[in-house]
């Protein structure tokens, strides 16, 4: 039983009524952990929020193009007649699965409150109001009044697992041809589930999905809040910003779903997406206009997303580049391991600039003190691998009149060693097992809305050889079918 | 739509032209029907938390208890000084991970479980103490406590209010979003509702979802039924909501809305706007306190670890990265803390300017009839103690403002488990605000600290 989210609200909203105004852009805030806000334990119902689902569904009703909800003619038919069908065939959409008699005796019972002292209109309103605010609307469910009586780990029903599909991929409710297999059992066989999973992967709203997983994922959120030093980078202004971020969407997408999204091409693809402001930008192409378009770049000067101008910005100050920060972000979303903060009472100043100081330099202390380079050996040895790519993202031959060293060392992994740059960080990256995990188990917890747990570990272990052979793409086609997700949780002990 | 019946509010705007070199403050004046009794106001709580520390040479005051000259830091609070308490030396009962335990520590004053401070679970020990409030005192209110925030965040860190040990209060940070609710639905020209009628309908949606949630109900597991439970728990109280006519919170307010919430949305996420965006939220929170929206608020300056970057007082980057580097020795970066703590306090003036211009019925200003309570997880450098505890408006007499008042600092470990350690924790001061709220304890948090409230408060 999982709430829908804000999106998901959103996005179910649009497919069923039409209705595009987002309503629940107003409402509270998902809470989020990790970066991510799907997560069950955490999708509560406040009385503000049941208060905003009330408000919410009173604005949609009122608004709602009750003409092209309802064919069904009282003046023909018996009011009663077509306000049964209206319930009948809007709730299966609202609620996702067939309505069953007894919600339907419901539904009618407000109508029938709301025709006395109110016209047939104003019935079928309030009907479609109790809808949008009754748990079988908010919530993605894995049973219905009619299910079998013992809670546990059965296969989905059709209905269900339409459902399922449609809220991994698509974010919101099953759209035609899923209602349509669910209803003749076409849900079955892996061929059909899989033909199914084929043709939502195509659609724009996986595409949505994909980057609402990486923006998570990766905290590429914050690139809203990005600015850069005015008196050191002047050409950065909001422009760039939003030309920085389209790049880093456009790469990720291209990767996942034209490439397959291979720890290869995700690390260490050479090529990226230009237009002549990022031309510019980077100088190092000659796209020109607004549209992004895919643009071969040398190899030592790019990593696939590593060394996307988006990124590298992100993790620098407004002024410099940021080793620490770089080398956290690489433990902590790449590896997903957790780095302290520093203790109390240690200096963690960050070393001043000095003219004809390289970074390097002004970092030495954090591996010349012992007490630093106890956690500091972890990221800084990351980190200082990206200092060819400045606080904006653009290569850099020197820095300060001295040539960049970006040699680095990985230690605390299964990829540890010397490397130099970060062409050759991204192929140990892209080859380490401790990262395919770390990618697996982010998908998972974004797709389960949990952490994976111990009663987990088959579905993981099924995974973990595609990702290797394969890549991000067909390890979520196999998700949709492992026999975890094909079947109502069974829940753990608390 | 929901109308319940109008507000008798005056109609004059709240706040003129924000962004405007004006920020007029005396706006709002209430009429309301509280004023037909002689009953004194209700009392409010509010607290204000900001992150990372103060610098203390630049924090501390000069002078006796009932003589002394605000610090540079506190300036900006001058014009309210006979209204508040300013403290030195009050602790924070928790060791350990810096500020993830902090937050969940600071209003509740117990340690969470050892076992949430990773991974990004949601643990508090126990419900925070402004919910317990709320409990008490917010009970029928449209928010029984409301929590906002700017450029707060929606994780673990992002609140400092806790509904229950899972169930964090991510504050609200779109002003417009909240606008909508706060300052209500504008009645359309000429139109008429029947009370009970409306009444009938609201009866029996929410009838609906609890009958067709018990159809599912016993399908579920036993999570899962829970889940279910409180989610009609809620139900029930906004249905408690609806149907008091009387509710605070009906969506039949008449009032303008403050140019703000018509004119053109600025961009909420952008940083050269949060100056503005903290106004709002100022209007926002003023404005259901005085409406008996609310008697409970927090607001978040930021959040745990700081949250924002303050490029108008020279502060641009990093504040949390400052605060590190200026425990280290760095000047520069103390003076960047000084300026933001320094700016953070001038926001706390302008609230404090803003519940001071409510004149209530019954007698006194909002500010009278309330206590603001600045809260910090730090003192400095990432230590749990001498914590820039602040208190502004005495709660109707409660408090006795207009003083300074030195704690005798203790270090809050080693850990002594079996008999309470010395000093006043921020367990007392929970004491003495729940105190002042009405409610009759005396201890609150972790055991192995001292009971009772911060008596120097009363004076």
Known sequence: MRRLTRREYNNTIEDLLGDTSRPADAFDPDPTAAGFDNQVSLLTVSTSRARQYFLAAERLAQAAKLEQLSSCLPNVSSEQTCAEQFAQKLGQRAFRRPVEDAELAILIKVFAVARQGGDYETGLRQLLKALLVMPAFLYRLDVSPSSSAEPGPSRLGQYQLANRLSYTFLQSMPDDELFAAAAAQELTTPEQIASHVTRLTQSQRARLMSQDFYERWLGLGELNKLSKSAALFPAFDDEIRAALQSELQEFLQHSLWTEGGALASFFSASYGFRNSRLSSHYGDSAASGDALTLTMLSPERSAGILTTGGLMALLSTPEHTDPVRRGKFIRERFLCQVVPPPPPGVSAAFPEFEPGVTTRQRFATHQNDPVCAGCHSVMDGIGLGFENFDAVGVYRASENGSPVDASGQLVSSDIDGPFVGVRALAEKLATSQMVRDCMLASWFRFVAGREAGEGDAGTLAALRPVLLSAAQRSMLEALSQTPAYLSRRQEEAP | ?459
Request: net charge negative.
């Open chain 2, 1 to 459: 739509m929901i109308l319940l019946r109008n507000r008798s509010l005056s109609r004059r705007t709240l706040l003129r032209g924000i962004g405007g070199a004006t920020l007029a403050l005396p706006w709002l004046e209430i009429m309301s029907a509280r004023s037909a009794h002689a009953a004194l106001p209700p009392k409010r709580l509010l607290t204000y938390f900001f992150a990372n520390g103060v610098i203390p040479e630049d924090y501390e005051c000069q002078g006796t208890e009932n003589d002394f000259t605000l610090s540079k830091s506190l300036s900006p609070l001058e014009r309210h000084k006979q209204s508040m308490i300013v403290t030195h030396g009050i602790g924070m009962s928790c060791k350990g991970f810096a500020h993830t335990d902090a937050t969940p520590h600071i209003l509740t004053g117990m340690r969470h479980p050892p076992d949430a401070a990773e991974h990004g679970s949601f643990r508090a020990a126990i419900p925070t103490l402004d919910q317990e409030v709320a409990k008490a005192v917010g009970a029928g209110m449209r928010y029984p406590s409301l929590e906002v925030g700017v450029h707060s965040g929606t994780d673990r860190l992002s609140s400092v209010s806790w509904k229950s040990p899972t169930e964090i209060n991510v504050p609200r940070q779109d002003p417009y979003a909240l606008a909508a609710e706060t300052f209500g639905v504008e009645l359309p020209a000429g139109a008429t509702l029947d009370p009970e009628r409306q009444k009938r309908l609201n009866k029996s949606v929410l009838d609906a979802v609890r009958e067709s949630s018990q159809l599912l109900s016993a399908k579920l597991g036993r999570e899962d039924r829970a889940r279910l439970d409180a989610h009609l728990q809620s139900v029930n109280e906004l249905e408690a909501l609806l149907n008091t006519t009387d509710a605070p919170g009906g969506m039949g307010f008449t009032l303008e809305k403050p140019n703000w919430a018509m004119g053109q949305k600025i961009n909420i996420d952008a940083t050269d706007n949060i100056p503005l965006v903290f106004e709002m939220m100022m209007d926002l929170v003023v404005y259901a306190l005085a409406t008996e929206q609310t008697r409970v608020v927090t607001f978040m300056a930021g959040r745990s670890f700081g949250g924002f970057s303050l490029p108008w007082v020279d502060a641009a980057g990093d504040w949390h990265e400052f605060s590190h580097q200026a425990a280290a020795g760095d000047s520069g970066s103390a003076d960047k803390i000084t300026r933001i703590v320094t700016w953070l306090e001038s926001q706390l003036a302008l609230l404090c300017d803003k519940l001071k211009a409510v004149q209530e019925p019954g007698g006194g200003t909002l500010l009278d009839n309330m206590t603001v309570c600045q809260m910090n997880e730090f003192g400095y450098d990432h230590r749990h103690r001498n914590l820039p505890y602040l208190f502004i408006g005495s709660g109707q007499g409660f408090f006795k403002t207009g003083r300074l008042l030195r704690f005798q600092e203790f270090s809050s470990g080693p850990a002594n488990e079996t008999s309470p350690f010395p000093g006043t924790w921020n367990n007392n001061v929970l004491v003495s605000l729940a105190n002042m709220m009405g409610l009759d304890i005396n201890a609150f948090g972790d055991p192995n600290y001292p009971s009772g409230p911060v008596a120097a408060l009363q004076g």
